[in-house]
């Protein structure tokens, strides 16, 4: 049998919410396989699903920033962490984000957004060692992401702002036509508000078929098992798991979400219904949602010691 270590005990309690001895048994059945023992948990009931973004804190700011590429557009949201919400207030910081972001739209990953050269001649990477030295908290360059789209929009919204472009979750969206500039862009912000507020969940995929096969076989097999509880033949099952499995669609995947701003619309049935006056149809090809601090977690707690606790009871 594996060893259950403390780590693997603490991170499957982190991603799923279930408490210490459900995580151990969980882990303990499926022989320390932590994916299967997630299941595990799901399919007994005992998983609580916590979102990550709940779970997780770092400051600093997370910047989004477009420009026009021809006929099209290109965008770019970039997170750069500090020790502290007190720098994410302050200007060189603010001036510095920003600067970066706008640079990320042609860098297109950490690697080379670091080496990319800032008005000042500085590479990015070089410039924040020497904001670290000014303000006197540690920084780091963590991510960017980019969408682009050959004709049309990329729309960006930032929510809670700390200032033009930079905030605490910041959304890009990549809206492919022909139409009208102008009200693509505006249907894009919308669009763009939707995905932050995450509602009814954050989404996966732009459409069903973006979602990976893995996740969607690994969701049957668990609404599969859950049904089974109900006693009813299988074929009452599949129908069950098929139920089940278009409300997963319409919870993950953007263009069959409740749209929020139009609760009657789906996201894509909103797009379908502002080609007319857009005048070309609408085309969602991508989308960022960058949360600050996503990922990232902060408090240390002695799981070893609780674990420890745990297999003397």
Not at 89 to 113: K, M, Y
Not at 244 to 264: I, M
Not at 297 to 306: G, I, L, S, Y
Request: aromatic content about 4%.
């Amino acid at each position: 049998m594996a060893e259950i270590t403390a780590a693997l005990v603490k991170d499957l309690r982190e991603r799923t919410g279930a408490g210490m001895m459900d995580c151990k048994k969980a882990l303990a059945e499926t022989n320390g396989d932590l994916e299967a023992a997630i299941d595990w948990l799901r399919k007994k009931g005992l998983s609580k699903a916590a979102k990550k973004a709940d779970r997780v804190a770092a400051d600093g700011l997370v910047g989004v920033s477009v420009a026009v590429k021809g006929k099209g557009m290109a965008g770019a949201a970039v997170e750069v962490n500090a020790e502290t919400d007190f720098v994410a207030r302050n200007e060189l910081f603010q001036a510095a984000v920003a600067e970066i972001t706008a640079l990320g739209i042609d860098a297109g990953n950490v690697e080379a957004l670091g080496a990319a050269k800032m008005a000042s001649g500085e590479a990015v990477a070089d410039h924040l060692t020497n904001l670290i030295a000014k303000i006197g908290e540690n920084m780091s360059l963590r991510r960017v992401q980019t969408v682009s789209v050959s004709e049309g929009v990329v729309a960006s919204y930032m929510h809670n702002a700390a200032a033009e472009g930079l905030g605490k979750i910041g959304v890009l969206v990549g809206l492919q036509s022909s139409g009208d500039q102008a009200k693509l862009a505006e249907l894009g912000r919308k669009v763009a508000m939707h995905v932050a507020a995450g509602s009814p969940a954050v989404a996966l995929a732009v459409d069903v078929d973006e979602l990976s096969a893995d996740v969607v076989e690994r969701e049957k097999a668990v609404f599969a098992d859950q049904a089974r509880q109900s006693g009813k033949p299988e074929a009452i099952i599949e129908k069950m798991v098929e139920g089940r499995l278009r409300k997963f669609y319409e919870e993950v995947v953007l263009l069959k979400q409740v749209f929020v701003l139009d609760p009657d619309h789906t996201v894509e049935g909103a797009l379908k219904a502002a080609e007319a006056d857009v005048g070309a149809p609408i085309k969602l090809t991508g989308f960022v949602r960058m949360v600050l601090g996503e990922g990232v977690e902060r408090k240390e707690e002695d799981f070893a010691a609780e674990v420890a606790a745990l297999g003397k009871s």
